[in-house]
Structures are given as C-alpha cells and as structure tokens.
C-alpha cells in the first residue's frame, strides 16, 4: 500500500514538472490589438484640377449721361439695388430742356405758318400764269418760295424732336435686369457728357476667371463642372463657359471662364480657390486610419488567419473624404486592419473584431 501510494506521488510529480516544461518552452500568444479586418473598395472617383482665382461680373454696363452740363436731380436708386430694364434709376434737371422744347414748338408754328403762305402764292401763280398776269419768272420764284418754306418746316420739326430726345435723355433708365454694383454719382452735381452715374452687373451673373497653368488648360474643354471651395467646404458649383484662347503675359498661365448660378452668395472682387473636373475612375480604396505614413513610406497590416498581421508596403496616391486611393501593393481579396495601425509591428499578435467586412 504503501508503494503504491509512493508510485502515485511520482508521477503527480513528474506530470508538474512536464507541465511547467511545457508553459516555459511555449508561452500562451498575448494578443497586442483587437483589430477590426477591412477590405480596400472599388469607388469612383472624379479626377479634377486644382485652380484658383477671382470672382468678376459676368459682364458690366454703365449707366452714363448722354447729354451734359444739366444738374443731377434725382438718384432713384443705391449699391446694391436689383433693377429691370428700362427702370428709371436717376434724372436731370430738365428745365432748360422743357423751355427748348417750347421754344420748338413755337418755331415749327412758325415755319408751318410761312409754308402755308408759300403753298397758297404758289398756287395764285399757277391759277394767274396762264391769263398773263404773272410772269413765268414770278411763277418761278413762287414755287421755289414754296419749296424752301416745306425745308424750313421740315428743319424746323427736326429741330423739335432732337430737343425732345434730349430731354428724353434726362432720364436714365436700366440698360439690361440686374444689381447696381457702384454709384460714383453724386446728387446735385452737374455731369457733362458721359460722366457715369451707376455700374451694374447684368442679370447679377458673376463668373470664376480661374487660372490654371498652360498645359493643362489643353485637357479642359467647355461644360465640365468646377467647383469652389472654402476651408475644405464647397461654396458653389459653375460649368467651364471658355478657356482663355491666351496666356497671362505675367504669369504664362490660361485662365478658365465659370460661369457662377446668380444666387448673390458669390460677390466680384473674391479671390476663391476650387477644381475643376475633368473625368470619373475607378480606384481602391481604404479608410486614412488603415494606412501607416513611416518613415518615407506607407503600410498596411494585413491580418492573417492564426490572428497575426503582416506588414505590406503600398503605393498611395490622393485623399479624398477621409479616404485614400491605393495605387499598388494590395489586392481587394487581402484583409487588412481598419485602425490602430500606429501601434502594431510586423508579426504582432491581434484579436479580430467579430464584424468583418467582406469584399
């Protein structure tokens, strides 16, 4: 019994020490990161070309004076202001104008009066030239009479509706719809021929003039959208309208015409910066957080099946939404760590996240 007993602590001891052989030589794998695996997606991208430049009016018109040396009476309208065509946005004093028109008026009476006479000598002439009692000379000079009296009528009518057009042209009306962009007028003033009273920007239409360096201004064409950007943030959306035929003498770059939407969001004189799209491709990507950036290069950790990643080296190319664009080195089938990627080595021991995503 006693041997027995013996035997059978022997081999207690001899599996302990087996087992403590066993822990020393292969120590249980320690995970470093729960990690979640990922597959690279196929996304479209849009290929675009970056540009930046100032925000101008579509097209301007000045609002000038035509007639000069009359007193600026009214300025019916401010910077600012939306107009139509043919709104009354200023006036002249027409005092002076309304008194030639009188004066005109008086004339042409005149003149009618004279031709009136001269139409019934002539006349007379006729009617007495047969029966001897004038004179072919005097029938003559009757006639001519006549003639000269119908020019001066007509002269003096002339005269008349020029005076009426000028005082037509004391007022100033819109040219074309939309939004007042200066005023250099000022009230009182007396403006000579051609002085300016107000800018405006038709059909309140700006444009981006972007600029773009001159060989790529050859892949752009009429139609492709641009948009505008402000710290990251898309300020409005245009569609190319022209490619400079021409280079900045300055500069050696083309500018791009956009033509903007007329929401009063955009106003001329920004300078802004955008892109403009040129073509969509496809491209794999992955998540930023799934990429190491060290030293000079870019890895991944794909994760293996006995739950150990392995470092690959890839080729990135551009960010977009968080995402970035994988040129070579993975293939969409491997898996890879969605983040904490800074913190893993090649051959590091993970725990896998239960919700793979498959490809």
């Known amino acids: 019994m006693k041997r027995s007993i013996t035997l059978l602590t022997l ?35 849009t290929d675009s070309i970056a540009a930046s430049g100032w925000v101008a009016a579509w097209s301007e018109a000045s609002i000038a004076t035509e007639i000069g040396d009359y007193r600026i009476a009214e300025l019916a309208v401010d910077v600012g202001d939306r107009v139509r065509t043919g709104e ?21 009476d005149s003149a009618r009066a004279t031709s009136e006479l001269a139409q019934s000598d002539a006349r007379r002439a006729e009617l007495l030239g047969p029966s001897g009692g004038q004179s072919k000379r005097e029938l003559e000079a009757a006639r001519i009479a006549e003639r000269v009296a119908a020019a001066n009528l007509a002269a003096a009518e002339a005269e008349l509706e020029t005076r009426r057009l000028r005082l037509d042209k004391a007022i100033l009306r819109a040219p074309d719809d939309g939004v ?5 007028a000022t009230l009182g003033a007396v403006a000579s021929a051609g002085t300016e009273l ?43 309208r022209l490619v400079g035929p021409t280079l900045n003498a300055a500069s050696g770059r083309a500018t791009v015409y956009v033509d903007l939407p007329a929401t009063g969001e ?21 998540p930023e957080s799934a ?43 491997v898996a890879v760590a969605e983040s904490g990627v800074a913190f893993l080595f090649d051959g590091a021991a993970v725990a896998l996240a239960s919700d793979e995503v498959t490809p």
């Open 266 to 286: 955009l106003r001329p004189g920004g300078y802004v910066s955008g892109h403009v799209d040129t073509g969509e491709r496809q491209v794999l990507t992955l």
């Open 198 to 240: 107000y800018r405006l920007v038709r059909q309140n239409r700006v444009e981006w003039r972007a600029e773009v360096a001159a060989d790529i201004a050859t892949t752009l064409n009429p139609g492709m959208t641009a948009t505008l950007t402000e710290h990251g943030k898309d300020l409005s959306v245009g569609i190319v």
């Open 291 to 333: 990429v190491l950036l060290k030293d000079g290069g870019s890895f991944v950790f794909a994760v293996e099946p006995e739950g150990r990643v392995k470092r690959l080296a890839i080729v990135t190319g551009a960010r977009r939404g968080g995402r970035i664009a994988i040129v070579s080195g993975l293939s969409p089938e």
């Open 88 to 108: 009354v946005v200023a006036r002249l004093a027409d005092d002076q104008l309304k008194a030639a028109i009188a004066a005109g008026e008086a004339a042409v």
């Open 11 to 45: 081999a207690v001891a001899l599996i302990a020490v087996n087992l403590s052989r066993a822990e020393a030589a292969d120590p249980p794998v320690r995970a470093v990161l729960t990690v979640r695996p990922i597959h690279a997606e196929r996304q479209t991208w």
């Open 180 to 184: 007042i962009s200066a005023r250099p």
